[in-house]
């Protein structure tokens, strides 16, 4: 039997690497509390969205949150929930992705369909994209 090799053109090689690069990561949402304040109701959402069937972490430990944020980037969770006080009271989370971009305060009820959608529809994209509040969906600030 012999083995044809046939060259890719250009367009349809960006379109694989694309592919490739698109899958879908297990490590889903990463919960960042910002203050020990904030720890018990961090723990809580994970129990929550975990019943949910989606793979989450929770960091309670004493780093700062901008490190916290910046090593769930660099471990490719998806997704980054931002927690403090504020969230706590609304009962909501703030979303990031892993790119940086903040997509705002969503109620936990709103962001487990988001996740559930996307989880079951096995989406190369994120849910978030076009969903984001009036004025987010933007880079976040870089701490100096």
Known sequence: MQ??????????????KQQRQ????????????ISEAAYEYA????????KGGIHVDADCSDKKMQKKVRESQLAQYNYILVVGEAEKEA???NVRTRDNVVHGMF???????ILADE???RS?????????????????????
Do not use: D, W
């Open 3 to 16: 083995v044809v090799v046939v060259p890719l053109s250009e367009a349809a090689y960006e379109y694989a």
């Open 119 to 121: 989880l079951h529809s």
């Open 43 to 50: 723990r809580e959402l994970r129990q929550t969205i975990r």
């Open 91 to 93: 009962r909501t989370v």
């Open 107 to 113: 109620q936990l009820s709103e962001l487990m369909a």
């Open 22 to 33: 698109a899958i879908r990561n297990p490590l889903l949402v990463m919960i960042v509390p």
């Open 124 to 144: 190369l994209t994120s849910k978030f994209e076009g969903k984001s509040k009036p004025g987010q969906g933007q880079p976040a600030a870089e701490a100096s």
